[in-house]
T-cell receptor, first 112, second 112 residues
Framework: SQQGEEDPQALSIQEGENATMNCSYK?????LQWYRQNSGRGLVHLIL?????REKHSGRLRVTLDTSKKSSSLLITASRAADTASYFC????????????FGSGTQLTVLP | DAGVTQSPTHLIKTRGQQVTLRCSPK?????VSWYQQALGQGPQFIFQ???????QRGNFPDRFSGHQFPNYSSELNVNALLLGDSALYLC???????????FGPGTRLTVT
């Protein structure tokens, strides 16, 4: 079964707009990561945030983590058509931090 | 610098047969993980190999087995194939000391 759940399941926006995706999980984590997948191909690592961090930035990406609410969000600013993909959050549990548990993903479509 | 490679790209097998999938990790990585991704779902962790031993295992039956070679490459074997084994099989490599994983393009297995 999936540990994390992304919300929304699908998101459609115009180029230039910001896209926000949320992830909730159930148990204590060591780290939380976000990955992107284009059309059923391999996943690309985007960003990792550790359980003792609250916010991280990488280029147009901003990730927040609220361990009290067991949730994370991924913000993509100034989106581009090339950002169209499925986005997954993956959690590494405390005690098995390198065994990633993925959510079911958010399908992002950026319209030109 | 080559990334993670997997072979074959696609495979069609019949129920009851056995299959072997192969993975070469990114240069310098010593840890390999395998995931199964059903259509429309997030990847599910099968197992992880480090120093030629299975280090962690997800909730998969013993029909799924693996191996890691001295050069860190890995194989995933599935015996007695079921229709439900049809999926994209992803290999991911990493350093044993880090959490980020780098994924290969996957092998699409179809069981008829």
């Amino acid at each position: 079964s999936q540990q994390g759940e992304e919300d929304p399941q699908a998101l459609s926006i115009q180029e230039g707009e910001n896209a926000t995706m949320n992830c909730s999980y159930k148990t204590s984590i060591n780290n939380l990561q976000w990955y992107r997948q284009n059309s059923g191909r391999g996943l690309v690592h985007l960003i990792l945030i550790r359980s003792n961090e609250r916010e991280k930035h990488s280029g147009r990406l901003r990730v927040t983590l609220d361990t009290s609410k067991k949730s994370s969000s991924l913000l993509i600013t100034a989106s581009r058509a090339a950002d169209t993909a499925s986005y997954f959050c993956a959690t590494g549990f405390s005690g098995s931090a390198r065994q990633l548990t993925f959510g079911s993903g958010t399908q992002l479509t950026v319209l030109p | 610098d080559a990334g993670v490679t997997q072979s074959p790209t696609h495979l069609i097998k019949t129920r009851g047969q056995q299959v072997t999938l192969r993975c070469s990790p990114k240069s310098g990585h010593d840890t390999v993980s395998w995931y199964q991704q059903a259509l429309g779902q997030g990847p599910q962790f099968i197992f992880q190999y480090y120093e030629e031993e299975e280090r962690q295992r997800g909730n998969f039956p013993d029909r799924f087995s693996g191996h890691q070679f001295p050069n860190y490459s890995s194989e995933l074997n599935v015996n007695a194939l079921l229709l439900g084994d049809s999926a994209l099989y992803l290999c991911a490599s990493s350093f044993s000391s880090t959490y980020e994983q780098y994924f290969g393009p996957g092998t699409r297995l179809t069981v008829t």
